[in-house]
C-alpha cells in the first residue's frame, strides 16, 4: 500500500513538474523568442532559470534519496558520504581559487564578474578532472601489470 502511495505521489509530481515546463516554453512562443545579437524579453531568463530549478530538484532528489536508502541501511555511511562531499568541496573550492576572472581579450561585449568566475570555474574542474581520470587510468594500468592480473 505504501508503495503505492509513494507512486502516485511520484507520479503527481512528475506530471505538474512537466505542465510548469511546457508553460514557460509556450510562454516563450508566446511572448517571442528573441533574434540572434538581440536582447532577452524575458523568455529566455525564465526557461533558464526553470531549468537551474528543476536540475536542483533533480540533484537533490537523487542525492538525498540514494543517502537516506544507504544511510538506513549502513549508517556508517554518512561517514563516508561526509567525506566525499568535503572533498568534492576542495577540489570545486581549489577551482575557485585557480579562476582569474579577468576579462578576455579581443572581446568588445562586456562580461559580469560572476559570469566569469563561473565559466572559468568550470573549465579549472574539467581539467582537474579530466587529469584526475587520465592518471586513474595510467596508476590502474601499472598496477594491475605489476600485480599480473593484466588479461
Request: net charge positive; hydrophobic share 55%.
Amino acid at each position: 500500500m505504501e508503495k503505492q502511495l509513494y507512486a502516485k505521489i511520484f507520479k503527481w509530481l512528475s506530471l505538474a513538474l512537466l505542465l510548469v515546463s511546457v508553460c514557460f516554453v509556450v510562454y516563450g512562443f508566446v511572448k517571442g523568442w528573441p533574434q540572434l545579437g538581440q536582447e532577452d524579453n524575458g523568455t529566455v531568463t525564465a526557461l533558464l532559470t526553470w531549468t537551474y530549478i528543476m536540475i536542483g530538484i533533480a540533484l537533490v532528489s537523487i542525492f538525498g534519496f540514494a543517502l537516506v536508502t544507504r544511510a538506513m541501511v549502513n549508517p556508517k555511511f554518512l561517514v563516508t558520504a561526509a567525506i566525499v562531499a568535503v572533498g568534492a568541496a576542495a577540489v570545486i573550492g581549489i577551482a575557485v581559487l585557480l579562476a582569474p576572472g579577468t576579462q578576455p581579450l579581443n572581446y568588445d561585449k562586456v562580461v559580469s564578474d560572476g559570469d566569469l568566475l563561473l565559466t572559468e570555474t568550470v573549465l579549472n574542474l574539467t581539467y582537474i578532472l579530466g587529469g584526475a581520470a587520465v592518471l586513474a587510468i595510467i596508476v590502474g594500468e601499472i598496477v594491475s601489470s605489476i600485480k599480473g592480473k593484466k588479461a
